[in-house]
């Protein structure tokens, strides 16, 4: 599979180990940085992933920062994205199976590498039902997402 990962630099060194083992898988990796932990802004490489995933330049996302959540409110930013927190397994494959998640979020302050690597693996791995419960909900998302005031 095309992914695309960034993280700032409190995810860096995870984004590292998740760049090589993801290619080891077989996966076509594509890294939009941060190079080096120097601090940087997270809604930077949100929407670097973000703008991957909705241009169909790749197929889905992984971002990295310290908890994950500030990853995941802004690249939820992004028309088209549906970026999920994940800290477990469950999570991982959960959310694209039922919610057709395209982006994965994870905090390098708060799970380990070993984890981290699982998940991914997890959500990569995933595929989306498509079961008509999870359709009509996913509708119903993209319907919020078109709400304009």
């Known amino acids: 599979m095309k992914v695309a990962i960034a993280g700032d630099h409190a995810g860096y060194q ?3 180990l998740l760049v090589s083992e993801l290619k080891k898988d077989g ?3 594509i890294d939009l940085g941060a190079d080096d932990e120097t601090p940087s802004d997270y809604p930077d ?3 670097a992933v973000g703008l991957a995933v909705t241009k169909e330049d790749v ?3 992984i971002l ?3 908890s994950g959540i500030g990853a995941c409110v802004a690249a939820n930013k992004i028309k088209g ?3 999920g ?3 477990d397994t469950y999570s991982g494959h959960q959310g694209v199976e039922h919610d057709d998640m395209n982006v994965l979020c994870l905090g390098s302050r708060v799970i380990g590498p070993t984890p981290a690597l699982e998940i ?3 959500f990569l791995s995933a595929t989306f039902t498509n079961e008509e419960r999870h359709a009509r909900r996913l509708q119903k998302v993209l319907e919020i997402e078109e709400y304009q005031r």
């Open 64 to 66: 990295v920062c310290g």
């Open 14 to 16: 995870l984004k590292q």
């Open 81 to 83: 994205i549906r970026a």
């Open 27 to 29: 996966h076509d990796v």
């Open 45 to 47: 490489f949100a929407r």
């Open 120 to 122: 991914a693996r997890a």
């Open 59 to 61: 197929e889905r996302g």
């Open 85 to 87: 927190l994940a800290h």
